[in-house]
C-alpha cells in the first residue's frame, strides 16, 4: 500500500516567492549536518539524515516528534508549518537526484517580477525513473539538461535565467502568456543578445518554439512590452513597413527618451499607451514628449493598449493613412 504524506494546504499563488527567509548563520565550529540544513532550509532526505545520524537516530526524532516527514524520504527538521522555501527544497529533493527547480518556478527564483505562478515546476532528467511528486509539484522531464542549463550556485538548484523563461514559454497556458515572458525577460535585464536563441537552439522539439523565437529577436530589439508585440504582429500580417524600435531621441532638456515604435523615414511615431498612463504624475509627461514631437515635425498617433489587444485592424488602418499621407507607398 502506497503511503502519502499530506502537507498544509497548497499556498495561494503570492506564496510562492523568490525571497528566502531569513534563518541565522551557523557558527564557524558548527558540524556538516547543520550546515546542510542551513543550506537546505531545514529539509533533508533520508539518506543525507542516515549518514550524519544514522537510521535509529533517525526514526526516533520522527517517532518523538522532533522531526517530520513530509514526502517519501524527505524529511523536515521540526513540526511546525513548512514555509515557501521548505516547500521548494522539498519538492527538489523529493523528485530526486538531478532534479531542479524550473519554468516560471525558477524564472521567479532568477528574479522575474510581475508574475506569479500557482505550482512549483520541476525538471529532472529523462533517464531516471518515474517517481511520485510531493503534492502541488509538476514534474516534466527532459533529455536537455547539462551545465548550460542548471544555475550550479542556487539553492535550490535551479535553471539559468534564459532556460527557465525558454521552459516557462513552452509550459505557459496561451501564446500571449508565452511572449509577455519572453518579453518581460528581457525588460527586466534577466537576459539579453542571443541568450534566449541559445537555449532554444538546444532544445530541437522545444513547444512553441518559432513563436519564442521570433518574440526574443523582437524582445532584443526594443519591442519589450506585451503591447508592443502584438502591434508589431498586426503590422507584419497587414504589410506596413519594419519600423524602428524603442527610437532613442533627446527631448529640449538633453534627456534621452524612447519612441516605443517610430517608422524613422515617414516620421510616423507610434505609442502604445498601457496602465500608467492613467497615473496623473505620468500624464504630463507623455503630453510633453507628445507635443516636442510635434513640434520636432514628426506625427504621433497613440493608442490604449487594449484597443491594440481587441481591435488590432482598427490601429492598423489610422497608421497605414499616416504612412500614406507621409509619403509612404506600400
Known amino acids: 500500500m502506497r503511503r502519502s504524506f499530506p502537507l498544509p494546504h497548497p499556498p495561494r499563488r503570492a506564496e510562492i516567492s523568490p525571497r528566502r527567509p531569513e534563518r541565522s548563520i551557523p557558527a564557524d565550529d558548527a558540524d556538516e549536518l547543520t550546515w546542510l540544513l542551513f543550506r537546505q532550509a531545514d529539509v533533508l532526505t533520508g539518506t543525507q539524515a542516515r549518514d550524519h545520524l544514522g537510521a535509529s537516530a533517525l526514526r526516533h526524532r520522527v517517532r518523538s516528534g522532533r522531526w517530520r516527514q513530509v514526502h517519501r524520504n524527505v524529511y523536515v527538521t521540526h513540526s511546525g508549518p513548512v514555509d515557501a522555501e521548505q516547500r521548494l527544497w522539498i519538492a527538489v529533493l523529493g523528485c530526486g537526484k538531478g532534479s531542479v527547480l524550473a519554468g516560471l518556478t525558477a524564472a521567479l527564483r532568477c528574479g522575474l517580477r510581475g508574475v506569479r505562478s500557482d505550482s512549483i515546476h520541476i525538471l529532472r532528467p529523462g533517464r531516471l525513473r518515474s517517481i511520485t511528486p510531493p503534492t502541488g509539484v509538476l514534474v516534466r522531464r527532459t533529455e536537455t539538461l547539462g551545465g548550460d542549463d542548471v544555475n550550479g550556485r542556487g539553492l535550490p538548484p535551479h535553471t539559468t535565467n534564459a532556460r527557465s523563461l525558454v521552459d516557462a514559454a513552452a509550459w505557459a497556458r496561451s501564446d500571449d502568456e508565452a511572449r509577455m515572458l519572453i518579453a518581460a525577460g528581457f525588460q527586466q535585464r534577466l537576459v539579453g543578445a542571443d541568450d534566449i536563441h541559445q537555449v532554444v537552439y538546444r532544445l530541437p522539439t522545444l513547444r512553441r518554439r518559432a513563436l519564442i523565437l521570433s518574440t526574443a529577436n523582437d524582445a532584443r530589439g526594443g519591442s519589450e512590452s506585451l503591447p508592443e508585440l502584438r502591434y508589431l504582429r498586426a503590422a507584419r500580417q497587414a504589410g506596413l513597413p519594419e519600423p524602428s524600435r524603442q527610437h532613442r531621441r533627446r527631448d529640449s532638456a ?33 503630453m510633453k514628449r507628445q507635443n516636442e514631437v510635434w513640434i520636432a515635425g514628426d506625427r504621433i498617433l497613440r493608442f490604449p493598449s487594449w484597443l491594440v489587444r481587441d481591435h488590432p485592424h482598427k490601429v492598423i488602418t489610422q497608421v497605414r493613412q499616416a504612412l500614406l499621407t507621409a509619403g509612404w507607398r506600400p
Open 254 to 286: 538633453g534627456r534621452v527618451r524612447y519612441l516605443d515604435v517610430y517608422y524613422e523615414q515617414w516620421g510616423v511615431h507610434v505609442e502604445i499607451d498601457g496602465g500608467q498612463h492613467l497615473d496623473v504624475r505620468r500624464q504630463w509627461a507623455d
